[in-house]
């Protein structure tokens, strides 16, 4: 990947809302775990089971990290649903990013 692109996707990321930047943060963390040759994550044609099965675990992270919190930045998410949409989109365009 070319390091101008690089640049401007993180230079994009410090604008993303708190919220997000904490999902984007998890997510990039279990992407960097499944970052090796042969990674389902790099399939030309990624499986929506797995890609789901990724999803639910980074939502149950995040959601244990905010049960954890215990101090006035916590971050309330709306319902589970839009927090689970959410991460599948960030997690979708992330194996995006990682691909090209």
């Given amino acids: ?7 401007k996707i993180d230079y994009v990321k410090e604008m993303y809302p708190k919220a997000f930047a904490k999902i984007q943060s998890t997510i990039e963390e279990e ?4 970052d090796y040759v042969g ?3 790099y399939d030309e044609y990624p499986d ?5 099965g990724i999803r639910d675990r ?4 995040v959601h ?3 049960a954890a919190c215990e101090n006035d930045v916590c971050i309330i998410y709306p319902e589970d649903d839009w927090l689970k949409d959410t991460i599948m989109v960030l ?3 992330e194996i995006q990013r990682r691909n090209q």
């Fill in 1 to 7: 990947m070319d390091s101008s692109f690089s640049n």
């Fill in 31 to 34: 992407c960097d775990k499944m």
């Fill in 39 to 41: 990674s389902p994550m």
């Fill in 48 to 52: 929506k089971t797995r890609l789901l």
């Fill in 58 to 61: 980074i939502f149950e992270i």
């Fill in 64 to 66: 244990m990290e905010n």
């Fill in 91 to 93: 997690l979708l365009y």
